[in-house]
């Protein structure tokens, strides 16, 4: 392909990666300000990520076949085409059901625009480049999209407010409309591989993942064992996703190779992946999180965000330039440890860390995420080819499986350790907290002082006083609870960088008396 056309490939993949990041995100980055407009409590406003993400999780499965039986290009105009409709509904959302109802289908829309946000990029380059520079470039662009969108929130919502994002939203989704008739993907042979029985399949593999979407996106906010329709649901995953193995298992052609999922290979792939994403939960959860906590708005946060993007597009970069395979250990190595010392920094934070304080520590957490992911799927992919064509649609569900799910569970993994740790730091220090202390009685008083002029009551002053003194202790134990979460994942990522290092250390091993025991047969 010429260069210029190549380059409007690259442009047109980046378009949409922007399209589907954006319109992922949006939501997730500003529930607070989509609350007042939609008439819904924090709570509610949760449904609005459950619902978009319970059909994008496991759409992309089903759309490998229809893909290769109806052809890429009517797949690709088909899909945008959708995607399209549904953002032009989104202007006209007036309260939170239909809002709910309008995610749900945005999510089942916008799960061709990741797939073809990949397959853009790799046509623009040789096949050599594909797993190299084209899947780096394609990884990156889906990195940027959450910093991008936390950016731009801010001016667009000072401009226009929250319609201001459903336009731009809208604006994207007609240019990548355009991009896509303008610029036709390379056409695969078509072939008839759809069967009755994976639509059986599908359909409880949907049920399951979703379920499990939603489990994990609402479930810290209802609290795992207080609403008994999350273990309802629970029960539904856990029977669908059973159901569906079982119909696998038995098919002379499965939809997926549950075999091949199941073998010890495989396994440690997902491992990594899931790990992998556990850890970067300390940017997209806990970090974000914790400044939400010190009452600190999108607006406040650009330059943040702004050197997140910066750090995730230079790791990129970098990782283009650098990957080959045989590499992979070394730059896993590199982002393990970038990660685990922005974890380590971040975990002394305190009610005074503001957003320039974790500038360097969070680039460096960006950079070891755009570092480690190409690698990664450049190995599973090989890996998959190596076993024959039919395995990449395999190779796909644990890579959605650990990204999406995994992405989820890693919020609601974290955001519980955080609240159950934040109680356990108010009980530590409401414990010292007893009003004979003198330096406690001093600090309600300075506290009240601030009343004195208005409330002459002098139990009421006190008791506004306690309050206060109470708001206080909950941000020290919410500071202290966060900090937990950031020294977890620092050793995480520091247990993994050292399990990564004794798996090198066991396959040279391996490797050399391998060689040995050939040098000495033919001896």
Same mark, same amino acid.
């Given at each position: ?72 290009r ?11 409709v549904?953002s ?5 959302i007036?309260?939170?059901?239909s ?47 959450a ?18 994002? +459903? /336009?731009?939203?809208? #604006? %994207? $989704?007609? =240019? *990548?409309?355009?991009? &896509?008739?303008?610029l036709? !993907?390379? @056409? ?25 979407a939603?489990?994990?996106a ?38 997926i ?15 990594v ?29 650009t330059? +943040? /965000?702004?050197?997140? #993007? %910066? $750090?995730? =597009? *230079?790791?990129?970069? &970098?990782?283009?330039?650098? !990957?080959? @395979?045989?590499?992979e250990?070394?730059?896993?190595m ?16 305190t ?5 320039h ?12 995420g ?29 890579f ?20 159950l740790?934040?109680?356990?730091h ?18 309600i008083?300075?506290?009240? $002082? ?10 009421? !002053? ?19 609870a ?11 990522a ?30």
């Amino acid at each position: 392909m010429p260069p210029g056309r190549a380059a409007l490939y690259m442009v047109a993949s980046t378009l949409l990666a922007m399209t589907q990041g954006f319109g992922m995100n949006f939501v997730a980055a500003n529930l607070p300000q989509l609350q007042g407009p939609l008439g819904a409590t924090s709570t509610e406003a949760v449904w609005l990520v459950a619902a978009y993400m319970a059909p994008n999780a496991s759409l992309s499965i089903a759309l490998v076949k229809i893909r290769n039986q109806y052809g890429l290009r009517n797949f690709a105009e088909l899909g945008i085409a959708v995607f399209l409709v549904v953002s032009v509904m989104h202007i006209f959302i007036t309260d939170l059901h239909s809002a709910i109802v309008l995610r749900f289908f945005a999510g089942m829309a916008a799960a061709p625009l990741s797939t073809l946000g990949f397959l853009y990029m790799l046509e623009a380059f040789s096949p050599a480049r594909k797993l190299t520079i084209g899947i780096s470039l394609a990884l990156t662009n889906i990195a940027l999209a959450a910093p991008l969108t936390r950016i731009v929130s801010p001016f667009l919502i000072d401009i226009g407010g929250v319609r201001a994002l +459903l /336009y731009l939203e809208l #604006a %994207l $989704a007609m =240019l *990548a409309f355009a991009a &896509i008739y303008l610029l036709p !993907l390379t @056409p695969l042979p078509r072939a008839k591989v759809i069967e009755k029985l994976d639509i059986v399949s599908y359909l409880f593999i949907a049920i399951g993942f979703g379920s499990a979407a939603v489990i994990f996106a609402v479930g810290r906010t209802y609290w795992w064992l207080e609403a008994e329709w999350i273990g309802v649901l629970a029960v539904v995953m856990i029977a669908a996703l059973t159901i569906a193995a079982v119909l696998e298992l038995n098919r002379a052609t499965p939809l997926i190779d549950l075999r091949w999922l199941f073998s010890r290979e495989v396994m440690h792939f997902a491992a990594v992946l899931i790990l992998f994403r556990l850890m970067l939960a300390e940017q997209t959860a806990v970090a974000s999180n914790f400044f939400q906590i010190m009452g600190l708005q999108n607006d406040q946060l650009t330059g +943040l /965000y702004s050197c997140v #993007a %910066l $750090a995730t =597009l *230079a790791s990129g970069l &970098i990782c283009a330039a650098i !990957l080959k @395979p045989s590499r992979e250990p070394a730059i896993h190595m590199v982002a393990l440890m970038l990660i685990g010392v922005g974890a380590w920094l971040d975990s002394h934070a305190t009610n005074l860390t503001r957003p320039h304080d974790m500038y360097l520590s969070q680039a460096m957490i960006a950079a070891g995420g755009g570092l480690f992911l190409p690698p990664a799927i450049a190995a599973g992919f090989t890996m998959a080819l190596r076993k024959g064509p039919q395995y990449i649609l395999s190779f796909i569900v644990v890579f959605l499986a650990t990204q999406s799910l995994g992405g989820l569970a890693g919020s609601a993994i974290f955001g519980s350790f955080i609240t159950l740790r934040e109680k356990f730091h108010s009980n530590i220090l409401a414990q010292a907290m007893t009003l004979t202390d003198p330096l406690v009685a001093a600090r309600i008083s300075q506290l009240s $002082a601030a009343y004195g002029r208005t409330i002459t009551d002098q139990a009421m !002053l006190k008791a506004e006083g306690v309050a206060l003194l109470s708001q206080q202790v909950t941000r020290e134990a919410n500071v202290l609870a966060h900090n937990d979460a950031f020294f977890v994942i620092a050793l995480l990522a520091v247990a993994s960088a050292i399990a990564l290092a004794i798996h090198r250390i066991y396959v040279r091993i391996k490797e050399a008396g391998a060689v040995s025991g050939a040098a000495a047969a033919k001896a």
